[in-house]
């Protein structure tokens, strides 16, 4: 399985960015997709996630209003889009899915490999 995130880059304070995550390589269903990060020097903190159907979403308290997570589950693939981005947003965003067989048994979870967002002041 791999998941493959891109987006990520150098944006002002205020900024936005839309950072993207396909999952390839896997015959399993893929339950619930997030996104997590890690600014340096710190653990990684939870940052969004998104049902399987996409019908439910939850968020950091820190993000709220502000991130907007989506998913397009044709495509294995979740978005994170990031508007009014401030420095404290600097970090490394991974993405994560859940696999599950088809009888609905958890496997475990896949990680991507992470995509820096750095934003100035």
């Known amino acids: 399985v791999q998941l493959v995130e891109s987006g990520g880059g150098h944006v002002q304070a205020g900024g936005s960015l839309r950072l993207s995550c396909a999952v390839s390589?896997?015959?399993?269903?893929?339950?619930?997709m997030g996104w997590y990060r890690q600014a340096p020097g710190k653990q990684r903190e939870f940052v969004a996630d998104i049902t399987s159907g996409g019908g439910s979403s939850t968020y950091a308290d820190s993000v709220k209003g502000r991130f907007t997570i989506s998913r397009e589950s044709a495509k294995n693939t979740v978005y994170l889009q990031m508007n009014s981005l401030k420095p404290e947003d600097t970090a490394v965003y991974y993405c994560?899915?859940?696999?599950?067989?088809?009888?609905?048994?958890?496997?475990?979870?896949?990680w991507g490999q992470g995509t820096q967002v750095t934003v100035s002041s």
């Open positions: 390589g896997t015959t399993f269903s893929i339950n619930a």
């Open positions: 994560n899915a859940d696999l599950y067989t088809y009888t609905g048994d958890y496997l475990y979870t896949s």
